[in-house]
């Protein structure tokens, strides 16, 4: 007897162990349930954290709406320009309908909250990239990681319309250069600072393909600051923009040394595998080390150039829910807060570095 209550509880301590192994990789997850309702005005961008990047004026604290949803660590915002209703949300259902009528929103699983952004006809009308909006998660100053993942949960308003040659930006995996202090603004620049960065999206050819494509964009740290991007069909022509809600997940890896073309960038649909790159020059030659430049950001939303037309003037949304950021690859049915979620000792909801 006491050698089978031995055995059951060293088996018990083992799957426990194997449990924490498994998750301990999560640097940050979040559905927004437990957040603050946040509806920004104006035009603004700002550190949650003071030890970031000119953590005086530019603090959160210092700024109308005030900080971003908790768990996040700042964020930009462009000034409406046709509405009264800026491009980033947080709240369900009933919060999102006091602000504009929605063709159907409800957050992931009918129940808590979302964020969801809002794109206006008049800017994307104008052929510009508008309706910018960022919200940022920091791991940290750091070096960063050399490799990481990022999942989360997308569904797009049920009457999107999208032009051919469009495209819309989902979110930022990159480095911050914590090192360049010239600005909170140069925190969001990823085209001569704060590189290498990936720029997951969507790219839509209607006269190829009648349903939208993805790219992953990639910024290099160096040789030029050169841009690649590649577009590539969904898989069993799945439609992310059909209102319904769907799971992304991207791949980045650094090269494991200075001008070697071996870094990756990947990305899955549903489960699907859509694009698998493993020849990327994340960093140059000019790079002293390729650990000096890791992913310690991401950053979701972005701006869009889809001209859809002003002739109802109806302003169109999409939502993320289902946040997670993990070292290690990510389940599809990876649940927050759930049994297939983290134990909560190795949870990290506030996004910190482990």
């Not at 797009?156 to 319309?161: A, G, H, R, S, T």
């Not at 701006?303 to 002003?310: E, R, W, Y």
């Given at each position: 007897m006491y050698k089978t209550i031995t055995t059951m509880m060293l088996t018990f301590s083992l799957c426990v162990m194997l449990i924490n192994t498994s998750y301990?990789?999560?640097?940050?997850?979040?559905?927004?349930d437990s957040l603050q309702t946040w509806n920004p005005t104006g035009s603004d961008a700002c550190w949650q954290n003071t030890v970031m990047i000119d953590g005086g004026s530019n603090s959160c604290k210092n700024k109308s709406p005030g900080p971003a949803p908790s768990v996040f660590n700042d964020y930009r915002l462009l000034t409406p320009q046709c509405s009264s209703i800026a491009p980033m949300h947080v709240g369900g259902a009933a919060d999102i309908a006091a602000l504009k009528s929605t063709a159907g929103f409800t957050p992931y699983n009918n129940v808590g909250k979302s964020y969801v952004h809002f794109y206006e006809p008049c800017m994307s009308s104008s052929g510009g990239w508008g309706s910018d909006g960022l919200l940022g998660v920091y791991l940290g100053k750091s070096a960063g990681n050399s490799e990481l993942y990022v999942q989360a949960k997308v569904r797009?308003?049920?009457?999107?319309?999208w032009q051919n040659g469009s495209q819309l930006k989902l979110m930022h995996i990159a480095h911050f250069d914590e090192n360049y202090n010239q600005g909170?603004?140069?925190?969001?620049?990823?085209?001569?600072?704060?590189?290498?960065?990936?720029?997951?999206?969507?790219?839509v050819n209607t006269l190829y393909y009648p349903e939208p494509q993805f790219y992953l964009h990639s910024s290099h740290a160096d040789v030029g600051k050169t841009t690649a991007s590649v577009v590539t069909t969904p898989p069993s022509h799945i439609n992310i923009s059909d209102g319904n809600w769907h799971t992304v997940k991207y791949h980045?890896?650094?090269?494991?040394?200075?001008?070697?073309?071996?870094?990756?960038?990947?990305?899955?649909?549903?489960?699907?595998?859509?694009?698998s790159y493993t020849d990327v020059p994340w960093t140059g030659a000019n790079t002293p080390t390729a650990a000096a430049?890791?992913?310690?950001?991401?950053?979701?939303?972005?701006?869009?150039?889809?001209?859809?037309?002003?002739?109802?003037?109806?302003?169109?949304?999409?939502?993320?829910?289902?946040?997670?950021?993990?070292?290690?690859?990510i389940s599809t049915n990876y649940v927050?807060?759930?049994?297939?979620?983290?134990?909560?000792?190795?949870?990290?909801?506030?996004?910190?570095?482990?």
């Open positions: 301990s990789a999560v640097l940050f997850e979040n559905n927004f797009f308003d049920p009457n999107w319309v909170v603004l140069q925190a969001y620049e990823f085209f001569n600072y704060n590189l290498p960065d990936m720029v997951p999206g969507i790219y980045v890896k650094l090269n494991t040394a200075a001008n070697l073309a071996n870094g990756v960038k990947e990305m899955w649909l549903d489960g699907q595998l859509v694009a430049y890791g992913f310690n950001r991401v950053i979701f939303g972005g701006n869009s150039s889809n001209i859809f037309g002003t002739a109802d003037g109806r302003t169109q949304w999409y939502a993320l829910d289902e946040l997670v950021i993990s070292t290690t690859d927050i807060g759930g049994v297939s979620a983290a134990p909560a000792q190795v949870k990290n909801p506030l996004g910190t570095k482990l």
